[in-house]
């Protein structure tokens, strides 16, 4: 099939196919080029390799159910894409989410927002050709894994961000672990400074490459860290203040120039004020104490223990909720029963709960938003992540589109790197943040 | 007698070579990725293992290891990479997409790549933490050092 | 009242095209007929009401109503922090409409996407063809008509 850059090449041009498996980690996307010598004349980008079919799955998937898919749209920050469509249906159903887990839910998604950027520039650096720059990054963002692997139960596609809530609490523990990965990814911060801020080859290959003005990046539909770069201040967080950001205190880095080192300074920035709002709202989220009292002995002595007629310490074994207790729900989840799974202590012993729980579950039943359209869209790590949810009144969407913002900003590859030499296009591509699950869907 | 011991010396020796010295061809497609960069950075590191050094040609790389989701529409970009690569070579399957196709049972998605290329070793898991990927880095050696090393000389008999 | 006011601007403006307007979860939506839609779309971005961005388009498929599919467009107004929602139906034998390239260069891409997944035609499109899905693929795959599980390989399967 002759490509539009086919037809359209000059004779004497030289085509260069950067085709769908390329080391650029970034996953699959088709970059053809027009050279003539180094400079490229002409450029068609390629989209759609991994296209899986997400809103289509949707329509075919209780409410409740497509949860995990979200996880996966922009899986370096699966938290805020949870968090985006968690919040569109709340906004369709009127659902009040208890004070705790907003703010649990500002923490997580602050956290994702950290190890989004992270992988971003870690991969633009390693590119440029700063391998230490990656190795120090991935390191940093073990450590806030490690915080969200305690918590949440995964790593990475978490499904933590529940409709009405979060499905548990906070691990007791976490604030150790919590101030060690803000101390590490401070350290790692000032390092990277360090290293690529004053870097000559660094500047020379990022300065003033790639240039996008502020009308030409409103007219592309640019959202996030890549318009901010350009001088536009517009952050969903602060225009449409959605949680308890507008009671939190952070800023908006700006850039000056829209070129890829503005990018980069952007979100190293943006990197520092996401620590400032993780203590301010660690401050407010007292650790709840451990279900489980056993008081520092061993599992299999605690359940001796426990046996005994009169037990010498107390004693009270959870039943393994790990966070998801019926005393904490309270604090964690709307206490809506149309709409939150209820309390396994209730599903299990009382009939009630159980016929509850039966309910939520079964087809045809469960979440059945009335009918009607809804748009939100929270600040993801790369702009405006939208959702746009039809329902028909049953207990599947009848259509759920996404809002990408790389979309948006990859749509623009093509208008930037024209003019430019063959290797401007790693470091501006690094920049763009382009997540293959958000871009294809 | 004497050509059988020499065989299967060599045999053990050019197995220990190859199973410690992989070269990788990453072909990273989704949020399986995220888990082999963790595999292969600091915390969980494969460079002990030998399989450190990732050559991103195929006439280069020995080991391909497929990362994520492929779509109907990546499936011959697959292919063709897979047959660039020269002899001996091994393929990981990494991750349920990968393995079977994982969550995404639609229009676009292959089920699997064994129903395009022959697999060596299927890592599960949604994705698999780093911890299996060195089980599974740590399977593949033991396979290599079971299989009989090709010889030119030897086929050339048969 | 401050929300309606755009919506009751572009009444005045055109009256025979607009067909509905109403406030909905709090955001403005605007029901138009599709054959005004580029002269809405271009008072819209104009300075006064200066809706600088597209957001989204997209398209919604309600088999067996008949306008069959409806275009769904979300702008959004830095200056004042507004966004909007403009709908127009197209009936299934008519699925032509005029395409938005001229005033925003993000729609390339999106209208590609409509194309290439509902098989909406876009007048004035510069370059239209499927974005996702490969070449040779024959339908579209997110009208309700399309099977969710209907694969066309592209290679013989092994085994």
Redo the contacts between chains.
Sequence with gaps: MPTRIEREARPGSLLLNMGPSHPAMHGTIRIMLELDGEKILNSEVEVGYLHRGFEKTCENRTYFNLLPYTDRLNYVSPLINNLGYVMTLEKMLGIEVPRRAQLIRVLMSELSRISDHLTCLAAMAMECGAFTVFLYKIKAREFIWDVIEWTTGARMTTSYIRIGGVKADLHPDYQPALEKAISETRGVLKDVHGLLDKNKIFLNRTRDIAVMKPEEAINFGWTGPCLRSTGVYYDVRKAHPYLVYDELDFEVPLGERGDNFDRYLVRMREMEQSLRIIEQVMAQLPASPPELMAEGLEPAQAIKEARRQRPEKPIRLSPNLEGAEKSRYPEILASDPRYVIPPKEDVYTSIEGLISHFKFFMKGHGIRPPKGEVYFAVEGGNGELGFYIVSDGTDKPYRLHLRAPCFHIVSALEFLIKGHMVADVIPTFGSMNMIGGELDR | MEGRFFTTTLNEILSWGRKFSLFQY??????C???Y??AA???FDLDRFGAGW?R?SPRQADMLLVV??V?????????T?YDQMTEPKWVVAFGTCAVSGG????????QGI?????VDVYIPG??P?PETVLDALVKLQEKIKKQEQEWRWKRRKS | MEEAEILRRLKNRFPQAVQETLVSLGMDVAIINKEALFEVMEFLKAKPQDYAMLLDLTCVDYLGEEPRFEMVYHLFSLSSNRRLRIKARLSEKDLKIASLTPLWKNANWLEREVYDLFGVEFIGHPDLRRIFMYDGFEGYPLRKDYPLRLRQPRLKFRK
């Excluded at chain 2, 969550?103 to 292959?110: E, K, S, T």
């Design positions: 990453p072909f990273v497609t989704a949020c990725g995220m888990e960069m963790s950075c600091a915390h990732t991103f994520g989701t779509t109907q529409k990546l499936a011959p970009v697959l292919k990479v969550i995404y049972d639609n229009y676009a998605v292959v064994d129903q395009i290329i022959p949604c994705p933490r």
